[in-house]
């Protein structure tokens, strides 16, 4: 694995973690993470530690491999349901990034 590699995986963890806080902040209406969000956390943290595609990666959407387990994806669809738009205010910076990269895999991908 090269240092972009790193820099890539990262940077989505980076995502996931503030959707993850914006989730549980905004719709649960905790200050800090619950253990239950904690719990998604630590697992969508691993799971990207662990991803094949590295640079390559693709958003968790468009991803062939679906490594979350099953409760797992639906508690990470909840949050990204709530957090998804609200991020274009609150991260708009990486939620732009995160589109664009969708939309380019969409694009060259098929």
């Not at 491999?65 to 609200?86: L, T």
Request: glycine residues 4%; proline residues 6%; contains cysteine.
């Amino acid at each position: 694995m090269t240092p972009n590699d790193m820099s890539r995986i990262r940077e989505e963890q980076a995502t996931i973690e503030r959707m993850i806080r914006l989730y549980c902040r905004g719709k649960e209406g905790n200050a800090e993470l619950c253990p239950a969000c904690e719990e998604l956390r630590r697992y969508a943290l691993a799971r990207l530690d662990r991803c094949p595609f590295g640079e390559r990666k693709t958003t968790c959407r468009l991803c062939p491999i679906h490594c979350y387990k099953p409760e797992m994806r639906e508690r990470m669809r909840a949050v990204m349901r709530y957090a998804g738009p609200r991020m274009l205010w609150h991260h708009p910076v990486a939620a732009l990034r995160h589109l664009w990269r969708e939309w380019r895999c969409r694009k060259d991908c098929s």
